[in-house]
């Protein structure tokens, strides 16, 4: 008999865990509450405000780095694609593996509760009740073997308070409700708040309306990156395994991108090249995109330190600064963990605290419930989640042991509060998940086999597909598409 497994979520996580489990001889129903698949990338699912993207938005990782190894994008793709381009790549990769018929949308999952059991027996063993609510309203019900939560943690804005807010006869929006800058054009003097990638980017696409006064008030400052140097992306770039040593990291960062990037801060100069002192005492925020630059050295942009309060359309800043006839107020602040279908005995921790799993996977003392995609990483979360369902499925096939709670609660060590989610150093975790599977690339032995392969994993962008040479879950043309990759990469100099 099949073993079953429910997936709560369509987007990048969910995908693969459907995927991975059909081809590993598990019975998948996949459960998402928004009408189409791509999760916060698709367009559709804003319309019932289930997704945070916004018409211009263009990914900040680069394009041959952000995809599953099994189904890359066309080699002709751009560097950094549209919300709407990176969500058809989500609709074709469900058509390419006929992955419709298991999807059950409009699916809104209000109870996950673990079938009774002894109380000497581990929460979940026995398997999970999970109820959802249909479109038309109806409760239904299923038994489920094993649950994979892989709904990420950008679907709860972050609401913010602001003294004095409800004197404001203006709008205030979150970012997550931000469709395109002609929905405002009505507006004519607007406040954007946060230092981060949306804030900048909302900010920069207002103040190019005619007529419109822009601010961006912001509280940390912010490291700026573009997307590109010297006709490479950003993240191939930073992202190589010599550069996880802190001294040649240090040392690739400073000299190499410091002259590429700028710092954003409240305070005159707004923006500025950084020197040495910056970068031991660095800013706590990181922005995509350098075009805010421009913009701000135009003076199409203002900058304000945070806001103080308001005062019906009058907005007063920390340092004494007011706006009047403010319209607007765009609140790019974030999002929250949203886990309201599980119950407290299950996890604890509040929305703001890190769930405390084993390698960001696994809760402690539950069995057969696994999270997908709740973890925060500098690199592409299409990639993050590929390792994660490859460890699951090597641990659903018997392959990898987990440990035992007390190894675990060691490792995880105690949650700590403020923190929106876990945040892993991207290539150690890589590294951590697949070398159990044997899949971890073995760099000695690549030096006297195939030297030249052992250079691309040293020395070029880490390509998902080193994972995949070796070990559980191989392929077979691994090798050959790895080292096209290193070749196109060389190749970006001269174009």
Not at 347 to 373: D, M, Q, R, V
């Amino acid at each position: 008999m099949k073993r079953s497994i429910a997936i709560i979520g369509a987007g990048p996580g969910g995908l693969r865990v459907l995927k991975d489990s059909i081809e590993n001889g598990l019975e998948p129903t996949l459960l998402e509450r928004g009408s189409s698949v791509g999760g916060q990338w698709s367009p559709r699912n804003k319309e019932n405000h289930h997704s945070s993207t916004y018409e211009s938005l263009i990914t900040n990782v680069s394009t041959e780095m952000s995809c599953f190894s099994d189904f890359p994008l066309p080699f002709n793709t751009p560097d950094n694609i549209k919300a709407k381009d990176f969500y058809k790549y989500f609709e074709d990769f469900v058509k390419t593996f006929n992955l419709e018929n298991f999807i059950r949308f409009k699916s809104n999952v209000i109870d996950i509760t673990p079938i009774e059991v002894p109380s000497k027996i581990k929460i979940g063993s026995k398997g999970w009740s999970v109820t959802w609510k249909t479109e038309n309203g109806n409760l239904e019900r299923g038994i489920f073997d094993f649950v994979a939560i892989a709904i990420g943690f950008n679907s709860k804005p972050n609401l913010i308070h602001i003294n004095g807010e409800e004197t404001f006869t203006g709008r205030i929006i979150h970012s997550h409700d931000f469709i395109c800058s002609s929905y405002f054009e009505k507006e004519k003097n607007v406040v954007v708040v946060g230092s981060g990638s949306s804030g900048c980017d909302i900010a920069n696409e207002l103040s190019n309306i005619e007529d419109k006064k822009v601010s961006l008030s912001i509280r940390n400052s912010a490291f700026i990156y573009p997307r590109v140097i010297n006709h490479k992306p950003l993240g191939q770039i930073t992202f190589k395994r010599y550069l996880h040593y802190r001294l040649i990291k240090f040392w690739n960062f400073f000299f190499t991108i410091k002259k590429n990037i700028y710092i954003l801060k409240a305070t005159f100069p707004y923006i500025f090249k950084p020197t040495l002192r910056d970068f031991f005492n660095p800013p706590k925020r990181v922005a995509i995109g350098t075009d805010i630059i421009k913009s701000i050295s135009e003076k199409k942009i203002s900058i304000f330190p945070a806001i103080k309060k308001i005062n019906n359309r009058e907005v007063e800043f920390t340092d004494g600064s007011k706006l009047s006839d403010v319209d607007l107020i765009v609140t790019a602040t974030g999002f929250l963990r949203d886990l309201p279908f599980l119950s407290k005995e299950i996890i604890t921790t509040p929305a703001k605290t890190s769930l405390g799993l084993y390698n960001s996977i696994y809760p402690i003392n539950t069995s057969n419930l696994f999270f997908i995609g709740m973890v925060g990483s500098r690199g592409s979360i299409v990639s993050l989640v590929e390792f994660q369902v490859r460890h699951l499925m090597a641990v659903l096939n018997g392959i990898v042991q987990l440990p035992t709670d007390i190894e675990m609660k060691k490792e995880v060590g105690i949650p700590q509060i403020g923190k929106s989610n876990d945040l892993v150093d991207t290539i150690s975790y890589y590294d951590k998940l697949m070398k159990p599977l044997g899949a971890t690339p073995n760099f000695f032995k690549l030096l006297f086999s195939d030297p030249y392969l052992a250079y691309c994993c040293w020395f070029k962008p880490c390509h998902i597909l080193q994972w995949r040479l070796t070990g559980y879950g191989k392929f077979e043309r691994a090798k050959k598409d790895l080292l096209e990759f290193c070749d196109r990469y060389n190749n970006l100099h001269f174009t």
